[in-house]
Nanobody, 117 residues
């Protein structure tokens, strides 16, 4: 079974940047869509960014213009570049891979992002 492993979280001051990575144990071509979700304490998990198999992407309004999602098929890695971070971006970030046929979802273990004011 494919596994997703995240890295790159940490503590950063407001206005700073972080880059999250999600590396799969198998080819990313198997996923129809991939995305990043986040969950802050006491809140529901929310979708932050999605990238589709052929490269198009979409973002939550709260991160548009600040975050960029990308994926490198050669490295089996999806990334989230986060710029101009705000304290409200503080959350555990999860990567997700979705396969439409059969409706399967795969999740990473989560990585903590903390933005100090």
């Amino acid at each position: 079974q494919v596994q997703l492993v995240e890295s790159g979280g940490g503590l950063v001051q407001a206005g700073g940047s972080l880059r999250l990575s999600c590396t799969a144990t198998e080819s990313l071509f198997g996923f129809n869509t991939m995305g990043w979700y986040r969950q802050a304490p006491g809140k529901q998990r929310e979708l932050v960014a999605t990238i589709f198999r052929f490269g198009s992407s979409k973002y939550a309004d709260s991160v548009k213009g600040r975050f960029t999602i990308s994926r490198d098929y050669a490295k089996n890695t999806m990334s989230l570049q986060m710029n101009t971070l705000k304290p409200e971006d503080t959350a555990v970030y999860y990567c997700n891979g979705h396969i439409t046929d059969g409706g399967s979802d795969y999740w990473g273990q989560g990585t903590q992002v903390t933005v100090s004011s």
